[in-house]
C-alpha cells in the first residue's frame, strides 16, 4: 500500500510527465502489439482467395505470407526495444543529462550560457545517440529480412555509406531549421508561431523544390530513360493530360533492393517522372522498348554449351545466368501497357491537386501546432516535470509540447491523413480507368503485389489505421466497378 501510495502521489505531482508515460504506453499497445497481432492472426488463417488463384500461385501466396510474418515478427520486438528506450530516456533524465552536457561544450567553445549553441550541441548528440542505437536494426532488416527473402541488393560499403549520407543530411537540415525556429521564437515577439510555422512552409516547399536535383542523386542514380517505345508512349501521355514533363528518369533502385516503384516529382512547371529500373523484367526498360532489343538480350543471356575445353567457361556462364534469373524473379516484369497504367494512376495525383492539398492540410496542422505551443511554452510545470527546473529552452520545449504533451492530437492527425491518403488512391484509380487504363492498372498492381511479395489480405482495422494504401483486392474491386460503369 505504501508503495502505491508513493507511486500515485509521485504521479500528482508530475501529471504532465505522467501523462506522456500513460499515452506513449498506451498507444505502444495499441498500434505496435494490439494491431499487430490482429493483422498476423490474418497471415495464420488467410487462405488465398478465389479471385486471386488464376492471378497467383499457391507458392507465391505463400512466400508472401512468409515475409510477411517475418516483417511483423521485427516490427513487434523493434516497437518493443523503441518504447523501452523512449521510457529509458524519459525516466532516466537523459533529456537534462544531454543539455547540460550541450552547455558545457557550448562554453567550452567560448558561448557560455548561449541557449542556440547548447540547443545545436543537444541536437546533435541526441540525434547521433538515437542514430547509434537504430543502426544495428536497420542492419539486421537489411541483411536478414530482405536478404533472406531476395529483396536486397546492398553491400556492406553501400550500407554504411548510404547511412552515413543520410545521417549528415539529416543533422544538417536539422541545425539550420532549428536555429532558424529558435531565433524566431526568441524574437519574434507575440506572434511568433506565424513566423515559426513560415519558416518551416518555406522550408518544405524548398526541400520540394530541390529534391530531385540535389537530394535523391545522393543515394541513386538517375539516367535519362531511353529511346524507344515507352518513353514515346509516356511523352504522349504526358502532353495529353498537357502535365509540364520535363525530364523522363530511369533510377537505378536495383542496386539497393528489388522492390518497385514509380513515382512523379518536382513543382510548378518543372515536372519529372521517375521509373525504378526493377519495374520492368529484365535489367534495364530497353527489354521493353523494342522488339529487336528483346531478342538481342534473349541471345545474349543464353548459355553457351558445354564442351570438353570449356566446361569452366560454361559452367561460370550458366552461373551467371542462374544469377539473373534470381534477380529477374525479384522484378516485377511489367509492360509498357502496365507501366502507362501505373503512371496514368500517378498522373490522377498530380490532375486532382492531392500532393498540393496534402501540403496543404499539413501546414494547417503545423500552424495550429505552433500556435498551441505558444498557449504552453511559458509553463515551467511542464519544464520541471521533466528535469528543466532552472530553464526552459526553446528546442526542450518544442519537443515536450508538441511531441509529447500533443500526441493524441497527432495520432489522431495521423489516422486521418491515412484515410485521406487511401481516399486519394481510389480517386486516383478512378483517374487511370477514366483514360482507358483499368485492366493494365489491375494486372500492373498484381505484378507489384507478387514482386515486392505483398500479402493481399488484411484485418480491416490494421488496414483502415495502418495502410495508406487499400488492398489489391479492395483496389481491384474498385477498378472493375469503375471500369464497367465507363464501358
Known amino acids: 500500500t505504501t508503495k502505491m501510495e508513493e507511486v500515485l502521489s509521485a504521479a500528482v505531482e508530475k501529471p504532465f510527465f505522467t501523462f506522456t508515460l500513460v499515452f506513449a504506453t498506451l498507444m505502444y499497445l495499441w498500434d505496435n502489439v494490439y494491431l499487430s497481432i490482429r493483422q498476423r492472426r490474418v497471415f495464420s488463417t488467410a487462405q488465398r482467395p478465389a479471385e486471386l488463384r488464376e492471378l497467383i500461385s499457391e507458392d507465391e501466396f505463400e512466400r508472401s505470407r512468409t515475409y510477411q510474418f517475418d516483417k511483423t515478427s521485427f516490427s513487434l520486438i523493434h516497437g518493443l526495444f523503441s518504447h523501452a528506450e523512449s521510457m529509458m530516456v524519459l525516466c532516466v533524465g537523459f533529456l537534462p543529462t544531454f543539455w547540460r552536457i550541450g552547455s558545457e561544450c557550448a562554453a567550452a567553445l567560448g558561448f557560455p550560457d548561449n541557449e542556440l549553441i547548447t540547443s545545436l550541441m543537444f541536437l546533435g548528440m541526441f540525434q547521433a545517440f538515437e542514430s547509434l542505437l537504430e543502426l544495428p536494426w536497420t542492419y539486421y532488416y537489411t541483411f536478414v529480412i530482405e536478404e533472406r527473402h531476395g529483396f536486397n541488393r546492398q553491400t556492406l560499403g553501400f550500407f554504411f555509406r548510404d547511412q552515413l549520407k543520410q545521417f549528415l543530411l539529416s543533422i544538417t537540415l536539422s541545425l539550420l531549421i532549428t536555429s532558424a525556429l529558435i531565433f524566431v521564437i526568441r524574437y519574434g515577439g507575440e506572434y511568433f508561431f506565424i513566423y515559426a510555422w513560415l519558416v518551416v512552409c518555406v522550408v518544405s516547399v524548398t526541400l520540394a523544390m530541390v529534391y530531385a536535383d540535389w537530394i535523391a542523386p545522393l543515394f541513386d542514380k538517375f ?38 516503384n514509380a513515382y512523379l516529382s518536382g513543382m510548378f512547371n518543372n515536372k519529372r517522372i521517375v521509373l525504378y529500373d526493377t519495374l520492368f523484367p529484365s535489367p534495364g526498360p530497353a527489354t521493353t522498348a523494342t522488339t529487336e532489343t528483346d531478342k538481342q538480350v534473349k541471345e545474349e ?159 480491416w482495422l490494421y488496414s483502415a489505421l495502418h495502410r495508406s494504401h487499400p488492398t489489391l483486392l479492395e483496389r481491384m474491386r474498385f477498378i472493375a466497378d469503375k471500369d464497367s460503369k465507363r464501358k
Not at 238 to 253: D, I, R, T
Not at 418 to 440: I, K, M, P, W
Not at 451 to 456: E, M, R, V, Y
Open 223 to 260: 539516367t535519362e530513360l531511353p529511346s524507344g517505345e515507352l518513353r514515346t508512349a509516356i511523352e504522349a501521355l504526358a502532353a495529353k493530360l498537357s502535365f509540364p514533363l520535363k525530364k523522363l528518369f530511369l533510377v537505378e533502385g536495383s542496386k539497393r533492393s528489388a522492390h518497385s
Open 301 to 459: 543471356e543464353k548459355v553457351p554449351t558445354p564442351d570438353a575445353t570449356g566446361s569452366k567457361a560454361a559452367d561460370a556462364a550458366a552461373s551467371e545466368v542462374n544469377e539473373k534469373e534470381k534477380t529477374s524473379a525479384k522484378r516485377c516484369g511489367c509492360t509498357n501497357d502496365e507501366i502507362l497504367a501505373i503512371l496514368a494512376h500517378e498522373l490522377g495525383h498530380w490532375k486532382k491537386s492531392h500532393v498540393a492539398r496534402s501540403l496543404l492540410v499539413t501546414q494547417i496542422y503545423t500552424f495550429f501546432l505552433f500556435f498551441g505551443f505558444g498557449q504552453f511554452m511559458h509553463n515551467k510545470a511542464i519544464f520541471a516535470d521533466f528535469g528543466f527546473t532552472e530553464e526552459q529552452p526553446v528546442l526542450i520545449g518544442l519537443m515536450l509540447i508538441t511531441s509529447f504533451l500533443f500526441a493524441p492530437f497527432n495520432a489522431l492527425a495521423t489516422y486521418l491523413l491515412t484515410a485521406n491518403t487511401r481516399r486519394h488512391e481510389f480517386q486516383a484509380d478512378e483517374y487511370a480507368v477514366s483514360l482507358g487504363h483499368g485492366t493494365q492498372l489491375s494486372s500492373a498492381l498484381v505484378k507489384l503485389e507478387k514482386g515486392n511479395l505483398g500479402f493481399p489480405v488484411c484485418d
